[in-house]
DNA sequence: ATACGATATGCTAAAAAAAGCATATTGTCA
DNA sequence: TGACAATATGCTTTTTTTAGCATATCGTAT
């Protein structure tokens, strides 16, 4: 048997970011534009909007910083302050992550039925 | 803002037992039913008894001993190898919930963002 | 002016998970 | 034998989550 784990932040008792929306996040940044990191992770524009709006609403700060129009038809990065908070937030996750697998496989050694 | 954990045991890429679970099947054990284990949880029976079938499919072994008809219309309890079971599990998954909660207040006490 | 590509949103539909309803079965005891 | 309390299941309904469709807006380059 394995051990699974998930994390996410809250605030005020909603979820802010878990997993998977840090790295689509990240998906954004490093290519300029929602449209294009929603395409990588083989999900809706509508979907992946969404969920950037519900972030920054519940994180109580801007996050991505999006411009309209232009030649490109406009684009996307995070903000100073969101790479800051996202890149902090992935660090924890994958730190956690760790741990826990490593703590599982201390127990799991001694018991048989794990 | 705060982290939030789930952890829980799979085998073979099925959910097993979480968080949740372990309490209810302690509280089988405790009360001596399912029946009365459910209304502790204010849940129905037929989710409880739902459940319990769930896991021990994917376990993999018998986990609940259930007797049927007599005085008390029957009953239920851990077999030993359930109460080990659970009782492991239960351990593993507050020992990580503390481990988390740790590492999230360091990490958090040096930035503002968290 | 017009075309283009990306953001910005409302609304609908489909899929998955949880909850609830109904009913049969079982074994002791009065 | 009949009542009782708990197990044992099938089915239906509700709720929640996720996905998809349609459309408006915006600003540069042609």
Redesign the interface.
């Known amino acids: ?11 005020k008792g909603e ?2 970011l878990g997993g998977g929306k840090t790295a689509l996040l990240g998906a954004v940044d490093r290519l300029g534009s929602i449209q294009a990191a929603a395409d990588e992770f083989g999900m809706s524009y509508r979907h992946a909007w969404g969920a950037i709006k519900k972030i920054e609403q519940r ?1 109580g700060f801007k996050i991505v910083d999006t411009k309209l129009g232009g030649k490109e038809g406009g684009g996307a990065r995070l903000t100073q ?1 969101g790479k ?2 996202v890149d ?2 992935d660090s ?1 996750l994958s ?2 992550s760790r ?2 697998e490593k ?2 496989k201390q ?1 799991s050694g001694k ?1 048989s ?2």
Chains 1, 2 share one sequence.
């Open positions: 048997m394995e051990i699974k784990a998930k994390f996410w932040i809250e605030n979820v802010v994180a302050q800051a908070f902090r937030v924890l730190d956690l741990m826990v703590r599982f127990k018991c039925l794990l």
